[in-house]
C-alpha cells in the first residue's frame, strides 16, 4: 500500500475509487445510511472532520481493494464542519475523484417528534427549543442541500424503506441478496445459538446403525445416498427449499442479509450433513445465495 501524501493525486483516468459523502439534518437518518452502505460493501468513516475529507480520498484511493468503496459521513456535531462542503467536494472533483454526495432531509415536524421519541436534544439547540437548533441547522446546510447529487426525505420512510432505497441507489441486485447458510449440527451438542431455521433429520434412519456406514460421513457418496434414498428424505428437502423461497424475497425486504437454515441429527455426522449438503444445492439451483458448513463434522 502506498502513502497518501500531500498533493497527491491519482493518474488521470486510474481514479476507480467510489466515494460517497452523506450529509444531512440531523435526526434524518445519515445512521441507517451509513448501515445499509455497510451492508452493500462500502467501508464507512463516520462523524469525518470536513477539513479530511481529501485526506480520506487519498487513503482510500492508495490503499485499493474495498477501501475503494469508502463512505464518508459528516454532520454538525463535528466541531470542524463548515458550511463550504460544497467547496470541499469541489476540491475532490478536482483531485480526479467523483464523490456522490447524498443529503438526508425530513420535515421539522418529523425531525421534532424523533427527537423527543429518543428524549435527546439537538447539537444545535443551545438553551433554545428543538425547532430552534433543527432551523439552525438547515441554515447552516442550505447550499449542501442545493449541491447534493441524491436528496432522501426520509419523513414518511421507516428505517427498512430507508435501507433498501440506499441499496437500490448504491448497492446493485447482487449485495442486497439474502446469504444463506445451511449448517448442520448434532443435538447432543445442543442448538445452533443463530439458527434462523432449525430442520430435524432424526426421522431418518440412522446410518450410524450401519456397519459399513458408521465410520464414513453424509460427506461421502455411499452415506449421502443411504440417508436420500430413505422414504421421506426428498420430500424434506423439497418442502424446505420451497419453504426458503417463499420466504427469502420477505427477509430481504425486511433488511435481513444473512439465515441460517441448521440440520440437526443425533450426532451431526451423517444424516444432517447429508441433508444440509443436499438443501444448498438444492437453494442454489433455483438462484439463491447459499452454501453449506458442518458445526460438528469430527467431534465424534
Same mark, same amino acid.
Given at each position: 500500500?502506498?502513502?497518501?501524501?500531500?498533493?497527491?493525486?491519482?493518474?488521470? #483516468?486510474?481514479?476507480?475509487?467510489?466515494?460517497?459523502?452523506?450529509?444531512?439534518?440531523? $435526526?434524518?437518518?445519515?445512521?441507517?445510511?451509513?448501515?445499509?452502505?455497510?451492508? !452493500?460493501?462500502?467501508?464507512?468513516?463516520?462523524?469525518?472532520?470536513?477539513?479530511?475529507?481529501?485526506?480520506?480520498?487519498?487513503?482510500?484511493?492508495?490503499?485499493?481493494?474495498?477501501?475503494?468503496?469508502?463512505?464518508?459521513?459528516?454532520?454538525?456535531?463535528?466541531?470542524a464542519f463548515s458550511t463550504d462542503?460544497? $467547496?470541499? !467536494?469541489? &476540491?475532490?472533483?478536482?483531485?480526479?475523484?467523483? %464523490?456522490?454526495?447524498?443529503?438526508?432531509?425530513?420535515?421539522?415536524?418529523?425531525?421534532?417528534?424523533?427527537?423527543? /421519541?429518543?428524549?435527546?436534544?439537538?447539537?444545535?439547540?443551545?438553551?433554545?427549543?428543538?425547532?430552534?437548533?433543527?432551523?439552525? &441547522?438547515?441554515?447552516?446546510?442550505e447550499e449542501a442541500r442545493d449541491?447534493?447529487?441524491?436528496?432522501?426525505?426520509?419523513?414518511?420512510?421507516?428505517?427498512?424503506?430507508?435501507?433498501?432505497?440506499?441499496?437500490?441507489?448504491? $448497492? #446493485?441486485?447482487?449485495?442486497?441478496?439474502?446469504?444463506?447458510?445451511?449448517?448442520?449440527? #448434532?443435538? =447432543?451438542?445442543?442448538?445452533?445459538?443463530?439458527?434462523?431455521?432449525?430442520?430435524?433429520?432424526?426421522?431418518?434412519?440412522?446410518?450410524?446403525?450401519? %456397519?459399513?456406514?458408521?465410520?464414513?460421513?453424509?460427506?461421502?457418496?455411499?452415506? /449421502?445416498?443411504?440417508?436420500?434414498?430413505?422414504?421421506?428424505?426428498?420430500?424434506?428437502?423439497?418442502?424446505?427449499?420451497?419453504?426458503?423461497?417463499?420466504?427469502?424475497?420477505?427477509?430481504?425486504?425486511?433488511? =435481513?442479509?444473512?439465515?441460517?437454515?441448521?440440520?440437526?441429527?443425533?450426532?451431526? =455426522?451423517?444424516?444432517?450433513?447429508?441433508?444440509?449438503?443436499?438443501?444448498?444445492?438444492?437453494?442454489?439451483?433455483?438462484?439463491?445465495?447459499?452454501?453449506?458448513?458442518?458445526?460438528?463434522?469430527?467431534?465424534?
Amino acid at each position: 500500500m502506498t502513502e497518501a501524501m500531500p498533493g497527491f493525486t491519482p493518474e488521470p #483516468g486510474e481514479v476507480d475509487t467510489d466515494l460517497v459523502v452523506v450529509t444531512g439534518l440531523s $435526526g434524518g437518518g445519515r445512521s441507517t445510511v451509513a448501515r445499509a452502505l455497510e451492508n !452493500v460493501g462500502f467501508y464507512v468513516v463516520d462523524n469525518l472532520p470536513q477539513a479530511l475529507m481529501l485526506d480520506m480520498a487519498q487513503l482510500a484511493f492508495a490503499a485499493g481493494g474495498a477501501a475503494r468503496r469508502t463512505a464518508m459521513v459528516l454532520d454538525v456535531r463535528s466541531r470542524a464542519f463548515s458550511t463550504d462542503l460544497a $467547496g470541499a !467536494v469541489r &476540491e475532490l472533483r478536482d483531485r480526479g475523484f467523483s %464523490p456522490r454526495v447524498v443529503f438526508v432531509d425530513a420535515d421539522d415536524e418529523v425531525l421534532i417528534r424523533r427527537f423527543e /421519541s429518543v428524549r435527546r436534544s439537538h447539537p444545535l439547540q443551545g438553551d433554545g427549543r428543538l425547532a430552534d437548533g433543527i432551523a439552525a &441547522e438547515r441554515k447552516l446546510l442550505e447550499e449542501a442541500r442545493d449541491q447534493a447529487d441524491v436528496i432522501i426525505d426520509t419523513s414518511h420512510l421507516n428505517v427498512n424503506q430507508l435501507r433498501r432505497r440506499v441499496e437500490e441507489l448504491f $448497492g #446493485g441486485e447482487d449485495a442486497r441478496k439474502l446469504r444463506i447458510t445451511v449448517l448442520s449440527f #448434532g443435538f =447432543k451438542y445442543g442448538l445452533p445459538p443463530d439458527a434462523d431455521y432449525v430442520l430435524d433429520a432424526r426421522f431418518l434412519p440412522n446410518p450410524f446403525w450401519v %456397519p459399513e456406514l458408521r465410520d464414513h460421513t453424509g460427506l461421502e457418496e455411499g452415506v /449421502s445416498g443411504y440417508v436420500l434414498g430413505q422414504e421421506g428424505a426428498a420430500d424434506f428437502v423439497t418442502t424446505y427449499a420451497s419453504l426458503i423461497a417463499a420466504t427469502a424475497p420477505g427477509f430481504e425486504r425486511e433488511g =435481513k442479509r444473512y439465515l441460517t437454515v441448521a440440520v440437526g441429527c443425533t450426532g451431526g =455426522k451423517h444424516r444432517s450433513v447429508a441433508i444440509a449438503e443436499e438443501l444448498a444445492a438444492r437453494l442454489r439451483d433455483i438462484r439463491l445465495s447459499a452454501h453449506s458448513s458442518h458445526r460438528d463434522l469430527g467431534r465424534e
